[in-house]
């Protein structure tokens, strides 16, 4: 067998340096420090060779970028002089962070400064307000619109005490007086939102200044409600109770043909009621919200001048009036007028006056048509 040639080069793992074969590393043989241990500022040695620092200071990395590249320093390593050049690069990077440290908190000092403008205050304000949710938030079928109704609780109810001071009665007597408020979180979204429509106009106390605009959209929004019913045949007095005030609403706002149209379904959708009276309404509230009801859709129909199936279905057996139509008791009367009220006949108050009037304005109209 042919004996190998003594010239002919060694194996890599036998140029590698001491560190880099234990750890199975690619080392480049430079000596007498290889670049790995070099980079990583370990000792290198090769096997029969003395231990080797590979040490570079931070000066000497910053002068560097000046002057053309020189191979690092070569150091012996000794245990004291070792520990305290490494000390200093510690302290050297320590106090280099110190300092970028220091220049980033004098730039956010700087931006705190610019915030505590006009301007800027201004600006932070308008990021904080669109943290609370608007009224609009309670639309929706999701459980946190549901959350939402309850937290708006307070808006909701100064809404519906503008709603007894500016549209109940005004012509409609669609709801009783007593209880009404506090009754709100538990109807109907349909009826709730049209509600809320009819009374944003009136709300001038409320911090939101886009009252007209959430007005149209809780008007859809009741809409939209009264379609879902009326498509699953689910037709009940908060369905027509919302019908009434969106049209009540669009009527209001100029929109006549709008409210001709859904008057007209309403009227349809009253009609199919067999029994406004019937045992379907469990308790004396809810009797007296359907006579409410009743005649709230015969004073619309009369006002709008439309052919009313619902008023020839009861012309044979009226529907009585509600009770919160009545002559109101001389406690709650001022002063000046309780007495003309105490010299009338009969207990009808005002609203049933109207609804006695509106008969005789819907037979104008129709004379005035022929």
Known sequence: MVSMSDDRPAKRIRRACERCRRKKSKCSGDQPVCSTCWRLEQQCHYNGQPLHLAYQSVSYIQSSNAGPYTQAPVRVASGGQNLDDRMA??????????????????IDLSAECHQSSPVAHSMHDSIVETRFPPLTAIIGTQPSSRQ?????RRQIETLGRAYLTFRADQPLPLFPRDGFVESLLDRADA?????IANS????????DASHYRDSWIF??????????????????????????LIVLFDFANGQMKAASSLMALCSTLASNVDDWTSAAASSEFAIEERKCCYWSIALLQRLLGITAPLATARE??????PSSCSMPIGAVLRPEV??????SKGDNGVMIFVIEMSAEWYMLQRWQAS
Do not use: W
């Open 89 to 106: 690069t510690l302290e050297t990077t320590v106090h280099k962070i110190l300092d970028t440290l220091q220049s980033n908190g004098a």
């Open 148 to 152: 939402m109704r309850f937290m708006k």
């Open 191 to 195: 009826t709730l939102f049209a509600i």
């Open 200 to 207: 944003l106009r009136h709300a001038h106390d409320l911090e």
């Open 219 to 244: 008007r859809d929004a009741a809409h939209s409600k009264v379609m879902v019913d009326v498509g699953h045949g689910d037709v009940g007095t908060p369905t027509l109770q919302a019908l009434c």
């Open 316 to 321: 044979t057996r009226p529907l009585p009036y």
């Open 338 to 343: 309780r007495q003309a009220y105490e010299q």
